[in-house]
């Protein structure tokens, strides 16, 4: 079963800041949280990675809390093609699917 | 570096049939995914490799499914006396892990079967 809880969906108009929270209460203490978002039809696609620090790549921000029980995504300015399902995956060996968020961004 | 590749894009079948779906993962990555995905859901994991070892099975993958990657570099998805609940998407996806490396995987575009 996934580690982790999303909100089920989300909106967010263009140009904006899109935040994305994500709970993993249950993580243990070498367990990384990635994120992938999947576009309608397409295979996911990797977006960020982090274990205990922020991380920020050319994609978005991953803030972790300090406890590590949850974290945030951040697209820093949405656009419509960043309309997808974002899931929050804690990784072992394999990646472990929820549910994800669904984003709608909007003129 | 092309990506993962998947082959076909769409398979339609009969109830009873045998199908098989190839993935070509990125060259060199040395683990290799196997992930279904219906309709509304998450992918879920099937089965992965780490070069030609097959080293885990979900209990999702019946005894009509089989998995190879006999060469360590492209593997086979095989589903024997297909049923109308194998229809879904099929993703492959492949990663290299390196000692203290991260381990994103790369997924391809997934094969949809529809089985009639």
């Known amino acids: 079963d996934a580690k982790t809880t999303q909100p089920p969906s989300m909106d967010c108009a263009e140009g904006r800041a899109a935040n994305l929270p994500c709970n993993h209460s249950?993580?243990?203490?070498?367990?990384?949280v990635y994120w992938y978002r999947q576009i309608h039809s397409q295979g996911p696609q990797y977006i960020i990675h982090?274990?205990?620090n922020n991380e920020t790549n050319e994609m978005a921000s991953l803030i972790i809390t300090e406890d590590r029980k949850s974290s945030t995504l951040i697209l820093p300015h949405a656009t419509l093609r960043d309309t997808a399902v974002y899931y929050c995956?804690?990784?072992?060996?394999?990646?472990?699917f929820g549910t994800g968020t669904r984003l709608q961004v909007f003129p | 570096d092309t990506g993962v590749s998947q082959d076909p894009r769409h398979k339609i079948t009969k109830r009873g049939q045998n199908v098989t779906f190839r993935c070509d993962p990125i060259?060199?990555?040395?683990?290799l995914y196997w992930y279904r995905q219906t309709l509304g859901q998450g992918p879920e994991f099937l089965t992965y490799?780490?070069?030609?070892?097959?080293?885990?099975k979900s209990r999702l993958l019946s005894d009509r499914f089989s998995a190879e990657r006999p060469k360590g570099s492209f593997s086979t998805l095989e589903i024997q006396r297909t049923e109308q609940g194998d229809s879904a998407m099929y993703l492959c996806?492949?990663?290299?892990?390196?000692?203290?490396?991260?381990?994103?995987?790369?997924f391809g575009p997934g094969t949809r079967l529809t089985v009639t």
């Open positions: 060259s060199e990555h040395n683990r």
């Open positions: 249950t993580i243990s203490g070498n367990e990384y």
């Open positions: 490799f780490q070069n030609e070892a097959q080293l885990e």
């Open positions: 982090g274990l205990k």
């Open positions: 995956i804690v990784y072992t060996d394999k990646l472990i």
């Open positions: 996806a492949s990663s290299q892990i390196v000692t203290g490396g991260s381990y994103e995987q790369y």
